[in-house]
């Protein structure tokens, strides 16, 4: 089991913990990404003994009790900023999602 069981899942907790779920189970160069919010962070956590990174946008007290609330004692293993460098408030999450969240490698 982890944070995310399902895609139904996702706006219900987003909505419960005033919190927005980027990336799932990702790897975590991703969190490098300088079109990232500031507010945002990745998330190490252990699930049925596997590491798992997810990117979330939110206050970090929220993030915890989401991730604390589903996994329980022991599982978070890190809270940290990423790289992002784009002010909250300019920040389009559909737009982030919808693009290649640099994933593609950059033209020469």
Not at 38 to 55: F, K
Not at 75 to 100: E, H, M, P, R, W
Request: glycine content about 6%.
């Amino acid at each position: 089991m982890t944070v995310w069981a399902s895609n139904d899942d996702i706006p219900k907790k987003e909505e419960h913990y005033n919190i927005g779920l980027l990336e799932a189970n990702c790897d975590l160069k991703l969190s490098q990404n300088k079109k990232l919010p500031r507010n945002s962070y990745v998330v190490t956590y252990t699930a049925n003994g596997v590491l798992h990174n997810d990117i979330v946008v939110g206050d970090k007290t929220n993030i915890f009790d989401c991730y604390y609330d589903a996994l329980g004692k022991g599982s978070i293993q890190s809270i940290n900023y990423t790289d992002g460098q784009v002010t909250a408030k300019l920040f389009d999450k559909k737009k982030y999602l919808n693009s290649n969240r640099g994933t593609k490698e950059e033209k020469k």
